[in-house]
Structure formats: C-alpha cells, structure tokens
C-alpha cells in the first residue's frame, strides 16, 4: 500500500507594520500593570514603541505602592511628582538615541531586522533623523520610549564593556596553562588560561546578546502596556521649547539625503546594487561638481571606460564565501567554536562554511558574471574574507616564527604578532562589517517605487493606529494616523 506523503507545512507569511500593531491591540492584557488614573478612559494595548519612560514609571510605582507602609505612602507620591518634574526638564539628544528598525516601519521580513548590530543600528537611525530634518531636536527623558531606551542601553553597554573586553582578552599577555604541571602537558598549548579567558568573555557576550534579543523582540512584539490616545501620543514626541545646534558635515547630510530604510517590496538594499551602477552614480555625481562641458565630458568618457571594462571582466562569483551574516545558526555555532581552535579556527573555517553554504543553497561554483554585475554585497564580502585571511596569515606565521625566536612563551609574555593581529582586526570587525550592515539595510530614496523616497518607513507614515477603546477586548475601527513631522514623524492617533 502506498504511503501517503504529508505536505511540507508552508512557512508563514511574514508579519507587516501594520499587521503587527493591529494583532498587540487586540491583546486581553498588557505586560505592565494597567494605569488606576488610565481606569474607564479609552486605551488600546500598544508595543515598547508607544510606551514612554513615563508610562513605564508609573505602571511600575502603581504596582510597588499597596507594598509600601502607609506612612511611606504620602512620601512616594511627592517622589513620583519630582520623577516626573526630572524626566520633563531632563533632554537628550535626539542623536544618542538608538532604535529598533521595526519601530521605524520595517516588516519582519525586511533586511534591516536581519543585518544589524548596535553600531550600524545606532547609525542607521540617525542617517534617518538627519535626512528628516530631526538632528537638533532634544526628547524629554519621560518621552523616550521603551522601545528606544532598550536599543540605546545595549548600544552603550556594546562600545563600552562587550568591545573592549572582547579587545582585552586578545591582548593579555600569555597566563599559561593548566595542564603545565599534570601528565597532559602536551596539551599546554592548546587548553590554556588565555582560553578559558576568551571562552568566559564569549559566553558573557553571548549571554548578554541572547538577553538583549529576548527583551527586544518581547518589547517589540507584545503589548507592553495598556495607554490613552495622549500617552501614545507623547511616546517619542521631542521637546517644544529645546532644540540643539549640532554642525553635522555638509558630506553627512547630503548621504543622509539619499537613502532610506530598505523594504523588500518597494526599495531595494544598497547591498544588491550592481557595482556598474555604483561607479556610473558616482560618475555622475562627480560630473555635479565641475563646472565646464569639457570637465563633464573628461569624467563621462572615463565612467564609460570603467563600466566597459568591467562588463568584459568575468568571475566566478559563487566561489565568494557567503557572508557571515547569512550563515545559518548550526554554521554560525561551528564558526564560534572554531574559532578556540587554534590553526584551525578563524579564516579558513569560516571560507570553508561559507562555500559550503552556497553549495547548499543550489549556487553553481563554475558560473560567472561580470564584474559590473557583481552586487555590492558580494565585492564587500570578498574584501572581508580578504582581510580576514591576510590577518589569519600573518597572525599565524608571525606565532610560528615567534615561536623559533623565543622558544615555548612564559607567563607574561606577549606575542607581538597577536596584538598586532587585534589591533588590526578592529578595521575589520567594527568598520567593514558595521558599513556592511548599512549598506544590506538602506537603499537608495531614489529607488523607492511608493514615491515617498523613505522606503520601509512609509509603512509607519502611512499605518492606521487603533482607535483606543474602553473595553480590554477588540478595539473599535482604526482611524487614520497623521505624522508628528509631516511625513517623517510617527504616526498619531
């Protein structure tokens, strides 16, 4: 009798902006305890993107309150009064604040949700502002959202404590090892404190990372709390009486001016851009700063021959190694654990895992293309792996060769060729990487096919927020929301 195959189970649709505001509204409860002057007004169950610090306060001291003695009572109201008089006079540069790109409008399926880390975030968002005229504004400590205050939280807790230990720990002097004195002494130069080291400060930042992703997507993705159309409303809202002149370079406000939040749909990433129309954008804009028909025509000619060049240049793109970012989680686990081995981890493994994933992706490794259709993506990736490599190379000769020199290392010694290593992977790890995840998030507001120019953020701009209801159940029909600064604020009740 024949066996009745089942169906593979389709994967869902990916949720959009929309979608996703729409399904926390229609949430029973709230994460935070519901607000007792919010009791019989109208509310609407909103994620950490329309919950303010101010909100998140007073759910929490509503919560603490029946706890305190009665005597304690009338004190923690005159200290929740000076809180909130601290979080209005308190600003902040609307400039150190990070976001969540999903707050910004992007679908769970864009690629700003995927290629991202607090840096390129944190730089992202703020392309962003300065493109919408928002670089001075100042937000009151209280109006900051919850959303906004996680981002920020990690992204200094990265530049200030997870960097530089990860640093720390390439450049401490060698420890020695356990196994020195025991019957596994041979083993010395593999298992040692510098390893135990580098295995603990990695599983803190592990640790650390998996943290911040749970809070994030939980902020992001439930309702957070239960607010009035005004409290929602003021999540986010700057100040009206502070503002700040901050001198931004006229080259990063013209950047900022051409791009926009990558959407799937409608405005293809940076990253996928073929390199030809990289070189002939940037023909052309060098034709803008020159003033003579000879000039023009000089660098015209000359774009001409670049792109005919590299459309007669062919190469085996397949045999790119697949970017780090678009490993899998079992081939990001087996780049992470090969990297403690030494000679075996590191450059190779990882070129190694990123072949085999685009064999595993059906890539034919002998098809080629030109190079002025090579993607940005792609040449980026190789450059990585380049430098990664030369890296590997010169770290691992130069161990060998101190190892002729000096002998075994002894406690307190530091290999040269290590530190130089570390310093030199900064370049690397915190600049073509975090430029890479900017390039694969935004794209060029020129090729924005809705015609507002801001790519995934027109989802946001143009979202129905629910209408605020005084019942826990279904809110009544959305109405539409109408932007806090023209088209590129959050949308309004």
């Known amino acids: 009798m024949a066996t009745k195959v089942k169906p593979p189970t389709p994967n869902p649709a990916p949720e959009t902006y929309q979608e996703r505001i729409d399904r926390i509204a229609q949430s029973p409860r709230s994460l935070l305890a519901p607000l007792p ?114 981002e920020t939280a990690w992204l200094y807790l990265f530049v200030t404590v997870i960097a530089p230990a990860k640093l720390a720990t390439q450049l401490t002097p060698f420890l020695g090892s356990p196994l020195t004195p025991t019957s596994l002494s041979s083993l010395d130069g593999f298992i040692t404190y510098n390893t135990i080291l580098q ?39 700057p100040s009206t009486d502070t503002t700040y002149d901050i001198d931004l370079p006229a080259a990063v406000r013209e950047a900022a001016g051409q791009v926009a939040l990558a959407d799937d749909d409608t405005c293809r990433p940076i990253g996928d851009l073929p390199l030809s129309r990289i070189v002939t954008r940037t023909g052309d804009y060098a034709q803008h700063l020159v003033t003579t028909t000879a000039q023009k025509k000089r660098i015209a000619d000359e774009t001409n021959a670049v792109v005919a060049k590299m459309r007669t240049t062919r190469l085996p793109h397949n045999l790119i190694p697949a970017d780090p970012a678009d490993f899998t989680q079992l081939e990001s686990v087996a780049s992470l654990v090969g990297s403690m081995i030494p000679y075996v981890g590191g450059a190779p493994l990882d070129i190694t895992i990123g072949l085999k994933h685009n064999l595993n992706q059906g890539d034919n490794p002998f098809e080629t293309v030109s190079v002025a259709d090579l993607t940005v993506t792609k040449s980026l990736t190789a450059a990585y792996y380049s430098y990664y490599l030369s890296l590997y190379l010169f770290t691992t000769v130069g161990g060998l060769a101190e190892g002729q020199i000096f002998g075994s290392p002894s406690p307190g010694f530091l290999s040269p060729s290590r530190a130089l290593g570390a310093l030199a992977a900064l370049p690397l790890t915190y600049g073509l990487v975090n430029y890479h995840n900017v390039i694969r998030s935004m794209c060029l507001s020129e090729d924005d096919t809705t015609g507002s120019g801001r790519g995934a953020q027109a989802n946001r701009d143009t979202a129905t927020l629910p209408t605020p209801s005084t019942t826990t159940a279904a809110p009544s029909a959305p109405t539409p929301s109408t932007a806090r600064h023209g088209t590129g604020g959050r949308p309004r009740p």
């Open 37 to 150: 002057e919010n009791r019989g007004k109208p509310t609407v169950c909103v994620s950490g993107e329309f919950t303010s610090l101010s909100v998140v306060y007073d759910s929490l001291f509503a919560s603490i309150l029946p706890s305190l003695p009665p005597q304690l009572r009338q004190n923690a109201y005159a200290a929740r009064q000076a809180a909130h008089r601290d979080m209005e006079r308190l600003n902040v540069s609307t400039l150190a604040i990070s976001d969540n790109p999903m707050a910004l409008g992007a679908d769970s399926d864009d690629p700003s949700t995927k290629y991202r880390g607090p840096v390129s975030q944190w730089i992202i968002t703020q392309l962003l502002k300065i493109r919408d005229g928002q670089d001075g504004e100042a937000i009151p400590l209280g109006n900051i959202t919850l959303t906004q205050a996680v």
């Open 199 to 237: 295995l603990a400060v990695q599983g803190g930042v592990l640790g650390s990372q998996t943290l911040y992703q749970a809070i994030a997507a939980m902020v992001m993705n439930q309702c957070v709390a239960r607010v009035t159309g005004d409290q929602r409303a003021q999540a986010g809202r």
